[in-house]
């Protein structure tokens, strides 16, 4: 097929303005070429001058070998910035300090009722064999290591004294926030013992409470009713107290501030508390003069996105059947960039599977990317019990939709949370899912508070004499009541995909798509957890099927295919009218909710859109159970029918709609002074529209 004469393809490039207008007649839009000549890889675009610059991939001849190894090691020093930007939170950075130490004492709180430690107890007593042990000093160190991530440095292994170096911050009672230490100095009675660093004998965490004066801590070893003493962590009136084994001189108030900013340094300890935010610097090179290492050079010129043009640019990762999504784009005169151009800043719209593939400090007024960067306040399965425990908290209201659900990432206070409820009925199966685990990979369903204190505190092993394959996983897990009567299509278990579509966050607007089932292949067999394929519908899950190369696309069902079988079953009745409707309004109720509670964490701005696929699940008495929020639902078609003709039409009218709701309607480009009123589509429906006050179900 040839190009018609009028419409020349050029080739664009960066660093050599001389060859930005590369002639390459015979090849069509969109194809990506080689160019003899000039050995560049690119995109074949209509050729506009303002576009010169556009991208640079490949080897351009006349280069010497110093301005190719130059060019080189930008493209390489911008890639591994944006990974270290996206992987980590730099020090000092903006976070939520206040937050951070409200969940730090609900950290501490978690741990109420561990005893202090082993060997205080005699192997007939029950604490002889609990599954966990903290002193005073292991209570802070441990919620600090469960909250890392977000303090961002590992705190170092030693006790109380260690953990008042480096709090350097020393306040008066009347400044005591809830979080704030308490360390006392005191000297020991017993003559022959070893004094502590600083006299520093032990340390609990503020809470203030009725008494204006209470604390969280372990301070009895073992308890003592007739003296009100109570072994191990627990909730103390006050931080005055009286000691048999030392004598206090004082009381130090130390203001957890310094860690809440990221910053953990001691002044005599071989310290190791090294920032989790840390960038290191590469070894120079012979090449190598005064360049900004971190690859954050201007390089986008006098680029100006600009979605709304003529014949905008875009780029879409590889994955995830990412030619749906190319096709549609190019469809409405769109123009690609090639894989390589990952890391350039000269597009107008981004579409790639993960949020680090998108480099947000560099993001430009304009620009259109697929991903809210924090989206993982809802699509994290740890962080989205973080943020619906925090709306009940500020509520008081269950969110219903989800099932009973504890994160092991949180700590040990989970763990034990978990293995107390499941002792509440014994007979209760729990299915354990890692916390960044990905199609059904690393699932695991147990019963019985035994097999689930396997996992979450397994005793030691002899690496030597035991096979890695039988080790079990030491991540961290999310911890959920088992839906064992789940409501079933054809004798198999299934759960529902829908989907959340972000069409802006400036004021937010949401919408509701429903999607499809996803069915077993096998049978559900409720007496044998051990059968993945009966009991996990994720289709990564499915295709392990022996016969799935003669089932393939019988995994996927449509709602009119559901609604038939439990219609000709006797599970539903025409006369009760259409089956799904009612389903969609619990859907519906249940993303409103969500919306409530992540409003104020998701990060704002224009440009950011996103599009979540939720699982849900039905059990036999129609009851709706949220299961988890997916930031990178899959666009493949698996042989279905049903998704040849979702999938197309999900990412037409995802495009369509978002391009629409981001239009400039200010005076700027990219302000939104008065964001674009947008019609909903026929197979959407609104959820959110914050410019007029509109939340589904609540007004």
Request: net charge negative.
């Amino acid at each position: 097929m040839e190009t018609p004469q009028d419409t020349p393809i050029s080739v664009m490039v960066a660093a050599n303005p001389a060859q930005a207008s590369v002639a390459a007649q015979g090849n069509v839009k969109g194809d990506v070429f080689q160019d003899a000549s000039a050995d560049v890889m690119a995109v074949a675009t209509p050729a506009r001058p303002s576009d010169a610059a556009l991208v640079v991939v490949g080897n351009v001849k006349g280069e010497t070998l110093q301005e190719r190894f130059l060019r080189f090691k930008k493209e390489r020093q911008r890639e591994r910035a944006l990974v270290k930007r996206s992987s980590c939170k730099p020090i000092g950075s903006a976070r939520n300090v206040d937050d951070l130490r409200r969940r730090f004492v609900e950290v501490c709180r978690g741990y109420l009722g561990v005893p202090y430690a082993k060997g205080k107890h005699e192997p007939d007593e029950v604490d002889f064999n609990a599954p966990l042990f903290l002193d005073c000093c292991g209570l802070v160190r441990r919620a600090v290591q469960d909250l890392e991530d977000d303090f961002g440095f590992k705190i170092g292994k030693w006790n109380q004294a260690y953990q008042l170096e480096t709090l350097s911050k020393e306040i008066s009672f009347e400044e005591l926030k809830p979080g704030d230490l308490v360390f006392i100095e005191g000297t020991y009675f017993e003559e022959n013992r070893k004094p502590q660093r600083h006299n520093c004998v032990h340390v609990e965490v503020f809470i203030g409470g009725e008494s204006g004066e209470a604390t969280i801590g372990s301070r009895w070893s073992r308890s003592n009713l007739a003296e009100g003493k109570v072994r191990g962590v627990q909730i103390h009136d006050s931080y005055r107290f009286a000691s048999k084994n030392y004598e206090i001189h004082r009381f130090i108030f130390r203001s957890l501030d310094t860690w809440l900013h990221g910053v953990c340094r001691s002044q005599s300890y071989p310290d190791v508390a090294s920032a989790t935010a840390t960038l290191e610097c590469g070894g120079k090179s012979i090449f190598q003069d005064e360049e900004d290492e971190s690859g954050d050079e201007n390089e986008h010129g006098g680029f100006s996105p600009d979605p709304y043009r003529e014949s905008p640019v875009f780029y879409v990762g590889e994955g995830n059947n990412w030619k749906v999504i190319a096709d549609t784009l190019e469809a409405r005169g769109w123009r690609r960039l090639p894989f390589e151009a990952g890391f350039s800043t000269r597009f107008d719209l981004k579409w790639v599977e993960q949020r680090a593939k998108i480099d947000y400090k560099r993001h430009l007024p304009g620009q259109l990317v697929n991903h809210i960067p924090n989206n993982d306040v809802i699509t994290s399965k740890a962080r989205f019990l973080d943020t619906m425990r925090a709306h009940k908290e500020a509520t008081g209201q269950d969110f219903v939709y989800h099932p009973l659900s504890f994160a092991t990432d949180r700590g040990s206070g989970e763990k034990l949370a978990a293995l107390a409820a499941a002792e509440l009925d014994t007979s209760t199966a729990w299915v354990l899912k890692p916390s960044r685990g990905l199609g059904g990979n690393g699932i695991e369903i147990v019963r019985g508070p035994a097999a689930l204190r396997e996992y979450l505190f397994p005793a030691p092993r002899d690496l030597a004499l035991d096979p890695v394959s039988k080790l079990k996983p030491t991540e961290g897990w999310v911890v959920q009541r088992y839906i064992e009567n789940p409501l079933l299509l054809a004798g198999r278990k299934f759960d529902m995909r829908a989907y959340c579509i972000v069409a802006r966050t400036t004021p937010h607007l949401w919408f509701f798509r429903p999607g499809y089932c996803k069915v077993a292949l096998e049978p559900y067999k409720p007496d044998d957890l051990s059968d993945r394929l009966s009991h996990l519908t994720n289709a990564c899950v499915q295709k392990t099927h022996s016969e799935y190369r003669e089932k393939r696309g019988q995994h996927i069902w449509s709602e009119a295919e559901a609604e038939a079988e439990l219609i000709s079953s006797g599970r539903h009745s025409l006369e009760k009218g259409p089956f799904w409707p009612g389903i969609h309004e619990h859907m519906k109720r249940s993303l409103a909710t969500i919306f409530e509670a992540s409003k104020d964490l998701l990060e704002r701005r224009d440009g950011y859109f996103d599009m979540w696929g939720v699982d849900f699940m039905l059990d036999d008495e129609f009851g709706l159970h949220l299961l988890e929020v997916n930031s990178n639902p899959a666009m493949f078609f698996d042989s279905s029918q049903t998704l040849h003709e979702l999938v197309p039409d999900l990412i037409a009218t995802t495009l369509d709609l978002m391009l629409e709701a981001q239009k400039p309607c200010g005076s700027e480009q990219g302000s939104q002074n008065a964001p674009a009123s947008v019609a909903t589509p026929p197979s959407l429906e609104l959820l959110v529209d914050e410019a007029s006050g509109f939340i589904y179900g609540k007004n």
